[in-house]
């Protein structure tokens, strides 16, 4: 059995843990994750509780007779109040309240009567594991440190899922491994007093969407001031992306308010067209307090730069390396200033705006009005008529959906149309997947299908929800990279209670063709000038992605020439090959070799970290 790798990630803010019950065989099972360094909180009995590595700042923990509380992360709480509450705790459904009242992003932990509670974000962004190993349940947030104690190889069914177009809720939950598996971000993992019993049990559900803008936009601006502030209260210098859009120039406009002292940066687009450093620009100019550095645009890293030579060690496949030289780039230049953190406006798009999905339920509640709004989308959206009123027509559930999904996985991408008035984009596999790995991911699409609920019935709730969470899975990532780059990174916008607060505004004000964002504008207004509060627009950034496509092309196909995914039989690496020559291929119009990507460059991170190689073909 092994231990907590060293290469699991040490970085300052990567916070990671497993976590213990209070008896012997969990002792036991303990002292083999001990090793390496890592850190240890411990029970009143002296056995471990909590294994794993964190700066000092990272726990905030108290203890009170027979309960202890312990909060991991982001949180503006202190060690005097949470032994108050550990205190008052009898039972621990109770900290359900405090899970959805405390600002910041963290997980919780909390021990009653020889029981242990465990939860992250209602956000996806921090997770939580667990496995039965030597018979003692232990819970982790990292689902490859349980997969290294357990001794097991990535299960090859999995991967073919991850092969998927997007993968679509709930095929993404799931671990990597089989025998570990994945707590739901709404769930918190409960643990009996025998060590070994574990129940999920739900902590969190989404507001209902009823609150009107005007009362909502107070309530936006006090939790994202509130989620910024936990990140600048001990001062220091903090760094802040600032790249002209509305999401990063709010945070940045907040951060400068605190004592902190703030550098923002901006990487300027290569395209001409591209504005954000003239918005970028005139945002600095109403800071005058905060350093500006705007870097060379020909300098940035295209998309697909070096991921030939990535060796972080990561729990799940992701998207995120295509961009990961991109997002890391510019750290070292923040660290040499001093920076550390650093701030982004990643999720502002998730949640200050919102998916025209809603206007399904609308067209049925309040007609005229969902008419008048649907038509403005489809000048917008350039939608055309009939495919608009087929996706306003369509009342499948999402198991239906999902079915429907699993039948048609080889068909072309679905029209824009359906897929925002729907319950999402369904998935695709393209040419170079195997017939093998199709039908290992039609197989997993059939049997969730048969039992799948949405994360809510309103389809413009799940496909909100569904957008968060897949972009926490990439930002989960990121920040693991961004910390063994020497700088953590923190994206206000994905705390839970920004979330809920944006989430709780009527869609019919929220999403909107007449206006660009209007929560966050609405919610900045008074801190964010006018002037920026105009912009109705975001680069899109489509010229780096081609331009890197072209240039990476000789590393690309390196990915395929010697391809884990080929061994295992779930790619046709010589449709790869052909590919990476071509990349203006005909054959790239309508696929997308992201998930592709990810996966290969994960099962050679495994390698090139572990020395486990790839698991076995089935």
């Not at 009996?192 to 009362?215: F, I, K, N």
Request: include cysteine; proline fraction near 6%.
């Amino acid at each position: 059995m092994t231990g907590l790798h060293d290469s699991a990630g040490a970085g300052p803010g990567d916070a990671h843990f497993a976590v213990f019950t209070d008896r012997e065989e969990a002792a036991a099972v303990a002292r083999s994750f001990s090793r390496g360094g890592a850190r240890v909180l411990r029970h009143a009995s002296g056995r471990p509780w909590l294994v794993g590595r964190w700066r000092d700042g990272d726990v905030t923990a108290a203890r009170a007779g027979d309960a202890a509380i312990a909060v991991v992360g982001c949180c503006p709480i202190d060690a005097a109040d949470l032994e108050r509450r550990a205190g008052r705790l009898r039972d621990l459904t109770e900290l359900d309240a405090l899970a959805r009242a405390l600002p910041g992003s963290f997980h919780l932990l909390a021990t009653l009567d020889g029981r242990l509670r465990v939860q992250g974000t209602a956000s996806g962004l921090r997770l939580v594991f667990h496995a039965d190993i030597d018979g003692a349940t232990v819970a982790a947030t990292r689902a490859d440190v349980l997969a290294a104690a357990l001794g097991h190889d990535p299960d090859v069914e999995q991967l073919a899922v991850r092969l998927l177009w997007p993968v679509p809720h709930p095929l993404a939950e799931p671990s990597m491994w089989r025998g570990v598996r994945s707590v739901s971000p709404q769930d918190a993992l409960v643990i009996a007093a025998d060590g070994r019993t574990a129940r999920h049990t739900r902590w969190w559900t989404p507001p209902e969407p009823v609150r009107p803008l005007a009362d909502s936009a107070p309530l936006v601006r006090e939790a994202l001031t509130t989620a910024v502030d936990a990140r600048t209260r001990q001062g220091g210098v903090v760094s802040c992306d600032l790249s002209g859009g509305l999401d990063s120039t709010s945070v940045t406009f907040l951060a400068a308010r605190s004592d902190a002292r703030i550098v923002a940066s901006t990487w300027p687009g290569r395209d001409p067209a591209d504005t954000d450093l003239f918005w970028a620009r005139q945002a600095a100019r109403s800071l005058p307090e905060v350093e500006h550095v705007v870097w060379d645009a020909d300098a940035s890293p295209l998309v697909y730069t070096d991921l030939l030579a990535i060796d972080d060690l990561l729990d799940e496949p992701t998207i995120g390396v295509m961009d990961r030289s991109r997002v890391l780039h510019h750290l070292p230049g923040m660290a040499e200033r001093g920076s550390r953190l650093h701030l982004t406006g990643i999720g502002g798009d998730h949640v200050a705006w919102c998916s025209e999905a809603y206007y399904h339920r609308l067209l049925r509640t309040r007609p005229l009005f969902a008419v008048r709004h649907v038509r403005g989308f489809r000048a917008l959206w350039q939608w055309p008529l009939g495919g608009t009123v087929r996706a306003l027509a369509d009342s499948r559930s999402y198991g239906r959906w999902l079915a429907d999904a699993g039948a048609r996985l080889r068909d072309p991408l679905p029209a824009t149309v359906s897929t925002g008035l729907g319950w999402g984009m369904p998935p695709r596999l393209f040419d170079w997947v195997t017939p093998d790995a199709e039908r290992a991911a039609r197989r997993a699409l059939r049997e969730a299908a048969a039992s799948a609920v949405p994360h809510h019935p309103d389809r413009g709730l799940h496909a909100d929800l569904e957008q968060v969470r897949a972009c926490t899975r990439v930002i989960r990532q990121w920040d693991h990279m961004a910390a063994g780059a020497g700088v953590p990174m923190a994206s206000p916008f994905l705390d839970d209670r920004v979330i809920e607060a944006c989430l709780a505004v009527r869609p019919s004000e929220r999403v909107t063709p007449w206006a660009y964002k209007p929560v966050l504008t609405a919610a900045m207004s008074g801190i964010v000038p006018d002037a920026c509060l105009r912009r109705t627009d975001k680069a899109a950034a489509s010229m780096d992605a081609a331009n890197g496509l072209r240039e990476h092309r000789a590393d690309l196909r390196a990915l395929w020439e010697d391809s884990r995914l080929e061994r295992l039989g779930l790619v046709d690496g010589a449709v790869l090959r052909r590919v990476a020559e071509r990349p203006a291929t005909p054959e790239l119009r309508d696929s997308v070799l992201y998930s592709t990507i990810a996966a290969e460059v994960w099962l050679r991170g495994l390698d090139r970290t572990t020395g486990t190689g790839a698991p076995a073909p089935t």
